[in-house]
Nanobody
Framework: VQLQASGGGLVQTGGSLRLSCAASGRNFTNNNMGWFRQAIGKERDFVAA????????YYSDSVQGRFTISRDNAKNTVYLQMNSLKPEDTAVYYC?????????????????WGQGTLVTVSS
């Protein structure tokens, strides 16, 4: 699975962005998909994930209620709608694919990663 993230940019506090992650290769629909983010000087942290079958969603506490993850299996694409953005959301955002098994919260369990897209929220 190859992943290509896009949609990052500069936005003011309170604004919105939608990130996309286009997947190519086989068996996209059999993968749980996640978004992580990494701010300068910090660890790469879990943001959101969506399972492959029932499309159950999971969010970190810091984005719960503001971000929405979704997937369109016909387009092999995962989205992250980000609303009410805050300066602390500034980071490089990565999408990743997790084949069956493993924890959706653990970055080390994800097998495939996109290149990242930068989101900058100005105050």
């Amino acid at each position: 699975v190859q992943l290509q993230a896009s949609g990052g940019g500069l936005v003011q506090t309170g604004g919105s962005l939608r990130l996309s992650c286009a997947a190519s290769g086989r068996n996209f629909t059999n993968n749980n998909m996640g978004w992580f983010r990494q701010a300068i000087g910090k660890e790469r942290d879990f943001v959101a994930a969506i399972t492959w079958g029932r499309e159950i969603t999971y969010y970190s506490d810091s984005v719960q209620g503001r971000f929405t993850i979704s997937r369109d299996n016909a387009k092999n694409t995962v989205y992250l709608q980000m609303n009410s953005l805050k300066p602390e959301d500034t980071a490089v955002y990565y999408c990743a694919a997790l084949p069956r098994g493993g924890s959706i919260y653990r970055k080390d369990d994800y097998a495939y990663w996109g290149q990242g897209t930068l989101v900058t929220v100005s105050s």
